[in-house]
C-alpha cells in the first residue's frame, strides 16, 4: 500500500514539474527553429549575468556627457551672446597684443627664374579677450574652424606673399581655443608661396636669406601689437624638404616699423637662411669649361704644317665654349651683371681663342720669313757695304718721286751711334715745281716706322734674324720655330695660376 503512495506522489511531481518548465522550453524551440531559416554564423546569446554587468556602466558613462554638454553649450551661448566680433580687445584704451609662434612643416622648391620659394606652415596667434572669460569648471573651449567667424581674429596678412593657400581637407584646418581667463589661441596651417630676391653675383658659391613678412592689414602700431614667444621656431626636419640644390642652414628674425599713408605698421619677418650645393654646377659647368679648355692646347703637340688639324681643333673649342656659356643661362634669371660662373666661363673662352690664334700667329710668322729669304728685298746692309747702300737708297728715292710726279731732292745720310749700329736720317728739299706735297712726308713718315721697329728690336729679336749678329746680346731671342713650345708651357701654367686665385677669391667671399 505504502510503495502505490509514493508512486502517485512521484508522478504527481513529475506533472507538476513539467506543466512548470514547459512554457519555457516552447520559446527555445522556437529560436532554434528560427535559426534554420537564417544564414551566416549564429550570434552567441550573451548570459543574464553578463548583460546585467555591461548595462550598469553604461548607464553611468551616457549620463556624465548629458551633464557637461549643457554647460558648455550655456558657457558658449554666454560670453558670445553680447559679442562683437568686429571690434578688437581693448578699443580705445589699450593696444591688443598678438604674440606669434611658427611650425614649419616643409620648405621648397626654391624656384630659381621665378625668385620665390614654397613654405607649409601652421600659424599660432595668442591674444587675451577679456570679453570671453567665464567662471566654471571648464578650464578650455576647444572649438573648430566654424566658429572663427564668430570670434575677433587679427587680420594678419603676409607681405611678400605671391599666392596663398588655406587648406580645407576634409575640414578647414583651423583651431580656436578660448581659456578661462580670455585667452584665446588661434590656429591655422597655410601653404604659401613667398618672394624671395636673390643676389647671383656670387654663383654658384651664393647664399641667401628668404624672408616671410607679416604684419596687420587694418591696425596700426597705436592699435596692435606684434611679439615673438622668446622667437620659437619649430621646424620638423622628419617630413620631406624640397630645397633640391640648397642646404638649410638656419633662421633669424627681425622687427621693424614701417610708415606708410595708413600710418606705422610693426612687420615681423622671419630669414630662411639657405646655402646653394656645388656639386651640380660643379659637374655641369666647371668639369666642361675645364676640360675644354685642355683639349684646346692640344694643337700645340700637332705639327705647324697641319693646318686644317689644328684649325678644326681651335675653332671647335671655341664654339663649344659658347655653347657652355649659353647652357649655363638657360636656368638662370636675367640679371645685368657678370655672375662667378660666367667669369669662369669668359676666361676659359679667352684661352680657347688664344690658342687659336697662337697658331695663326705662328703660320704668319712662318711664312713670312719663307717668303723673305725666297724674294730679293732691301735687309739690313754689312758694316762692309755701306756705300753701296747708300746708292741704292737715293735711286729708289728718286723712283718714288718720278712716280709721284713730284721733283725733290731727298738725301740719305747714315751715320752710326754709340753702340755701332747704322742710323738713317732724310733731309727733302721741295722744288718749285708742282706735285704733290705729300712724297717728302711719306717717306720720312716710312723712315720713322723703320727707327721704331729699331727700338723695339733692341729688346727682342726674332730667331733666326738675330742669329750670327751683335743683336743677340742682351735681348730677348723668340725663335719662331718654337713657339708651340712655349705655349705648351705658358698656357697650362697661367691656367692653373688662373684657378688657384680665383677659387682662393670666391670661396672666400
Known sequence: MLPKVLLILLNIFLILQSRVEGPQAAPENEDSTHDVVVYGPQPQPPSRKLLSEETTPTASVIGRPSGKLPE??????????NYDHKLRPGIGEKPTVVTVEVSVNSLGPLSILDMEYTIDIIFYQTWYDERLRYNDTFETLVLNGNVVSQLWIPDTFFRNSKRTQEHEITMP??????????????????????????????????????????????????????????????????????????????????????????????????????????????????????????????????????????????????????????????????????????????????????????????????????????????????????????????????????????????EIVTSEGSDGEERLSCSAQRSPSPGTPQGPRSLCSKLACYECCKGFKKYFCMVPDCEGSTWQQGRLRIHIYRLDNYSRVVFPVTFFFFNVLYWLVCLNL
Open 72 to 81: 558648455a553649450t550655456r558657457i558658449l551661448n554666454t560670453i558670445l551672446s
Open 173 to 410: 584646418n583651423q583651431m580656436v581655443r578660448i581659456h578661462k581667463d580670455g585667452k584665446v589661441l588661434y590656429t591655422i596651417r597655410m601653404t604659401i608661396d613667398a618672394g624671395c630676391s636673390l643676389h647671383m653675383l656670387k654663383f654658384p658659391m651664393d647664399s641667401h636669406s628668404c624672408p616671410l613678412s607679416f604684419s596687420s592689414f587694418s591696425y596700426p602700431q597705436s592699435e596692435m601689437i606684434y611679439k615673438w614667444d622668446n622667437f620659437k621656431l619649430e621646424i620638423n626636419e622628419k617630413n620631406s624638404w624640397k630645397l633640391f640644390q640648397f642646404d638649410f642652414t638656419g633662421v633669424s628674425n627681425k622687427t621693424e616699423i614701417i610708415s606708410t599713408p595708413a600710418g606705422d605698421f610693426m612687420v615681423m619677418t622671419f630669414f630662411f637662411n639657405v646655402s646653394r650645393r656645388f656639386g651640380f654646377v660643379a659637374f655641369q659647368n666647371y668639369v666642361p669649361s675645364s676640360v675644354t679648355t685642355m683639349l684646346s692646347w692640344v694643337s700645340f703637340w700637332i705639327k705647324k704644317e697641319s693646318a686644317p688639324a689644328r684649325t678644326s681643333l681651335g675653332i671647335t673649342s671655341v664654339l663649344t665654349m659658347t655653347t657652355l656659356g649659353t647652357f649655363s643661362r638657360k636656368n638662370f634669371p636675367r640679371v645685368s651683371y657678370i655672375t662667378a660662373l660666367d667669369f669662369y666661363i669668359a676666361i676659359c673662352f679667352v684661352f680657347c681663342f688664344c690658342a687659336l690664334m697662337e697658331f695663326a700667329v705662328l703660320n704668319f710668322l712662318t711664312y713670312n720669313q719663307t717668303k723673305a729669304h725666297a724674294s730679293p728685298k732691301l735687309r739690313h746692309p754689312p758694316l762692309g757695304s755701306r756705300t753701296h747702300a747708300q746708292t741704292r737708297a737715293r735711286a729708289r728715292a728718286r723712283a718714288r718721286a718720278r712716280q709721284q710726279q713730284e721733283v725733290f731732292v731727298c
